[in-house]
Structure formats: structure tokens, C-alpha cells
């Protein structure tokens, strides 16, 4: 009976354990309003979801660091008194960046807002959290003001779907035949580097080369959407990143919580997991308007006008996976994938071990690190029918060096 009872309490404590690691603060909880507020209702791609979340969780940053002071500020550092509701400042910081960016969401918002603030008692460190939240706020909206987001640039495209156009070069292609609304990235001002046509890899192989012919073989077996010599497995990789890089948000929130981190310490992890994606956004999308390489849906159709004996075409291949509305090279989703795994190995090591889940496939895969994320992305694309392979990895080179660039001149401690 004894040995039932001590179970049965080891049992319990364990689940309450599990339950107080699972448990979302308030930096945390506003990270899921955001996502919810951009990704969900505002359908805001990638990226520009991840400069506006870079914005949110850059104030939420410097308004929970005013209060704990431990790390270097990003835009602001406002007096406090050390007894301040950190979650206050949090909620009202994150609420107040959303409430510029989705004025239209206000009623959600707002009723967000009163559940985070009705959850902490009424007082002077209430008040003291909210207005420090307040500044905060205003001094990112202040920072980001005309900063380029929301221009008028589009990829160069032809008038219409049956207008000649250069061999090699991108044109809007099935299903939408649409072209990037968010093009504008390009030009936005970064967050954390100076320059990010630094960045800049090498352009496509050559049309004629050997190297493009094994690559677009390569996608054109691989990546259509009746492929014999896809697996399984390969195919549930590339239906699971078709959703972009959501996964490694949600992965986050996990780990924030499995490793018990100080709400200080989720702030700086969620700031510096958009905003070296935004920035590699940036960097990325200025080599797709320089590049403006066509897709593998387009080369493999026209493959008999690529001027490469080695290339054969298939005038009616599809891509397992829908072509996005945006030159190929270099790829998106390995750059900001592979910089939000050297922002997340920052806070949690190389050999974290963490699973990932993906609302496009409805499954979750494991992983031994974030580095073994990022190869699959690269792996992925290829599998997908939308990325030649070159143009995988140099977004991965990417991704690497603007994160680490960029987090080698903030986010320290203040000593």
C-alpha cells in the first residue's frame, strides 16, 4: 500500500512538473499572439511576418531588459525600478507594436491585452510595467519609422504568361502565376548588420554547365509530383517545411520552457530569432532580384531552349509542391531556417535535442540539433520541386553568417 501511495505521489509530482516546464509566461504568450495576429489572420508572408515579429519581440526585449537589466538594450533603455511587473511591460510592449502593424485586429487585441493585464494584480508595479512597455514601443515604431518597408519594388516580369522573355530568367509560373508582394524586403533597413548586400553568394550555375545539368536532373526526378524515386520519408520532409519556418518558433516555445528560462532570457531568444531571419530575409531577397533565376518548374519545361545538350524537357512537370511567387536563387527558407538554428544554438547548444511539428504536414520529426534541421530544409526544397540544390545551400551560407554577424554586436550582457 505504501509503495502504491509513493508511486501514485511521484507520479503526481513528475506530472506537475511536466505541466510547470509546458506553462507559457508572458513574453511567450505574446510571442503566440503575434504569430496568431501576422502569420494566421493578416496571412503575412514569411517575410514580412518576420520583420514585424522582429519589431514586436524588439520592444518586448528592451522593455522586460529595462526592468532586469541584465543584457545590453536593442533601441531603448528606460528607467525602472527593479520591481516592475516584467509581465506587464511584456504585454503591453508586444500589444501596443501589434496594435501599429494590425490596426484592424484591435477587438482581438485588445481583449488579449485586458486577459494578460487582468492576470497581475493592480498596483504601482503594474503601472510601472505598463509604461516602461509603453516606451519601449514607441521607441521601436519610432526606430522602424521609414525604414522601407511597404515599397513599390516587384521582380521584373513579363507583361503576360505567353510574352517572350531571356533564357534562365524568372517568370511567374503555376498555380497563381503571381508575383512577390513583399518583394519590398529587399530594401528594408536591417535590424542587426550594416550591410546585407555583403552577403551576396555566388550566382547559378551556368546554363550550359555540367553542374546545372546534374542539379536540374537532379530536382526533376526528385522533386515532381509523381516521382518514383522520392521516399516516403523524403516526401513527409518536404510536405513538413512547405509551412516555412513556423516549426522552429514552436520548437522555441519548448525549449523555453523545458529549460526554464528567466522571461528576460525568452525575450532576447525570440528577439534574436526574427531579427537574424529578417535580416537574412533582406540579404536574400536582394540575390533573388540580382539573380531573378528562373525555377525549376519553368527550366525543366524549357530545357530544349537552355542552349545544354545534358538537359532534356518535360513540358508538362509539376513540382510535388506549389512554386512560390519569387525567383529561385537563392533559397528563402534555407537562409532564414539556417539562421534561426545559429540564433537558437546560441541560447540552448549544438547538440539540443528537440522535435519539431509542421501544421502543412500534420506529422513531427526529431532532430539532434539544430544544424541537422537545417540540412534537411536544404534536402527538402530539392524534394519539394521548387529549389535547385546550389540555391539551397548558399541560402544556408547565408543565414550563417548574417546571424552571426549580427549577434556578435548585440544582444550581450551589460556587465
Given amino acids: ?62 522593455a522586460v531588459n529595462s526592468i532586469d537589466g541584465r543584457y545590453e538594450p536593442y533601441v531603448v533603455d528606460v528607467r525602472a525600478r527593479d520591481w516592475y ?15 501599429a502593424l494590425v490596426p484592424a485586429q484591435a477587438p482581438t487585441l485588445g481583449a488579449q491585452y485586458e486577459a494578460s493585464m487582468g492576470a497581475i494584480p493592480a498596483g504601482p508595479a503594474r503601472d510601472g510595467g505598463a509604461r516602461v512597455g509603453a516606451i519601449a514601443a514607441a521607441a521601436m515604431l519610432q526606430d522602424r519609422d521609414g525604414d522601407g518597408r511597404y515599397g513599390t519594388y516587384r ?37 542587426l548588420v550594416e550591410d546585407p548586400k555583403r552577403f551576396a553568394r555566388s550566382a547559378p550555375h551556368p546554363l550550359t554547365s555540367r553542374a546545372y545539368a546534374r542539379e536540374l536532373a537532379e530536382v526533376k526526378a526528385v522533386g515532381a509530383l509523381d516521382s518514383t524515386v522520392r521516399t516516403a520519408d523524403q516526401t513527409d520532409q518536404a510536405r513538413f517545411w512547405a509551412e516555412g519556418p513556423q516549426p522552429f518558433t514552436r520548437a522555441a516555445r519548448v525549449l523555453a ?28 531577397w536582394n540575390g533573388k532580384a540580382k539573380y531573378t ?38 533559397s528563402g527558407l534555407s537562409s532564414l ?17 528537440f522535435t519539431m511539428n509542421s501544421t502543412t504536414s500534420g506529422t513531427t520529426r526529431d532532430y ?25 545551400e548558399d541560402g544556408a551560407q547565408i543565414g550563417v553568417e548574417v546571424a552571426r554577424e549580427g549577434l556578435a554586436r548585440h544582444f550581450e550582457r551589460d556587465f
Fill in 85 to 99: 511587473s516584467r509581465d506587464a511591460a511584456a504585454a503591453t510592449a508586444a500589444y501596443k507594436v501589434l496594435l
Fill in 257 to 284: 520552457a523545458e529549460r526554464r528560462l528567466r522571461d528576460v532570457d525568452t525575450a532576447r531568444m525570440f528577439a534574436m530569432l526574427y531579427m537574424t531571419a529578417a535580416d537574412t530575409a533582406i540579404a536574400t
Fill in 155 to 191: 521582380f521584373p516580369a513579363p507583361a503576360s504568361s505567353s510574352d517572350p522573355w531571356p533564357v534562365g530568367q524568372w517568370r511567374p509560373v503555376l498555380p497563381a502565376f503571381g508575383n512577390d508582394p513583399g518583394a519590398w524586403v529587399k530594401d528594408v533597413r536591417p535590424f
Fill in 1 to 62: 500500500m505504501k509503495r502504491a501511495m509513493l508511486a501514485f505521489c511521484m507520479a503526481v509530482i513528475a506530472a506537475l512538473a511536466i505541466s510547470e516546464a509546458a506553462r507559457a509566461d508572458t513574453v511567450t504568450d505574446w510571442n503566440v499572439n503575434a504569430v496568431s495576429a501576422l502569420v494566421g489572420t493578416a496571412a503575412q508572408s514569411p517575410t514580412v511576418s518576420t520583420v514585424h515579429l522582429s519589431m514586436v519581440h524588439g520592444a518586448v526585449f528592451d
Fill in 337 to 353: 531556417g539556417a539562421a534561426m538554428a545559429v540564433s537558437l544554438e546560441r541560447v540552448f547548444g549544438h547538440r539540443a535535442r
Fill in 293 to 330: 533565376f528562373w525555377r525549376p518548374i519553368t527550366a525543366i519545361r524549357g530545357a530544349a531552349d537552355d542552349g545544354n545538350a545534358m538537359t532534356e524537357p518535360d513540358a508538362g512537370w509539376l513540382p510535388l509542391i506549389n512554386t512560390p511567387a519569387y525567383p529561385e536563387h537563392p
Fill in 368 to 392: 539532434r540539433g539544430f544544424a541537422q534541421a537545417v540540412d534537411e530544409i536544404v534536402d527538402a526544397r530539392v524534394f519539394s520541386g521548387i529549389h535547385f540544390r546550389k540555391a539551397d
